[in-house]
């Protein structure tokens, strides 16, 4: 019933840039904090940034000054600009977010995940 879709990944070399994309859709009713995770090859997920419905944001020490989290409410839609990429910044970008599913009557709270976007950062 409620869908997340990342896009926006791809292949890019050390030092570049991507845009990274994500979009609810379905029977929202509200979107509560939506989140930036990431997973290596071989390693497990990891958070890399959060931002709040009223544009608080948080980041993993290791994007801190590189990525930026950002979001358009009225589109329930969520970007992470990733800057000066280096090839630790390869792996599977999934989107997360804290959503209120269905109408006031029948609401109920999950956290929901996308299906992931490659990224890969060639040296």
């Known amino acids: 019933q409620v869908q997340l879709v990342e896009s926006g990944g791809g292949l890019v070399q050390a030092g570049g840039s991507l845009r990274l994309s994500c979009s609810a859709s379905?029977?929202?009713?509200?979107?509560?904090?939506m989140s930036w995770y990431r997973q290596a090859p071989g390693r497990q997920r990891t958070f890399v940034a959060r931002i709040t419905r009223d544009g608080m944001t948080n980041y993993a020490d290791s994007v801190k000054g590189r990525f930026t989290i950002s979001r358009d409410n009225a589109k329930n839609t969520v970007f992470l600009h990733l800057n000066s990429l280096n090839p630790e910044d390869t792996g599977v970008y999934y989107c997360?977010?804290?959503?209120?599913?269905?109408?006031?009557?029948?609401?109920?709270?999950?956290?929901?995940w996308g299906q992931g976007t490659q990224v890969t950062v060639s040296s």
């Open positions: 379905g029977s929202i009713f509200s979107i509560n904090d």
């Open positions: 997360n977010a804290n959503i209120g599913h269905g109408t006031i009557a029948t609401l109920q709270w999950r956290d929901d």
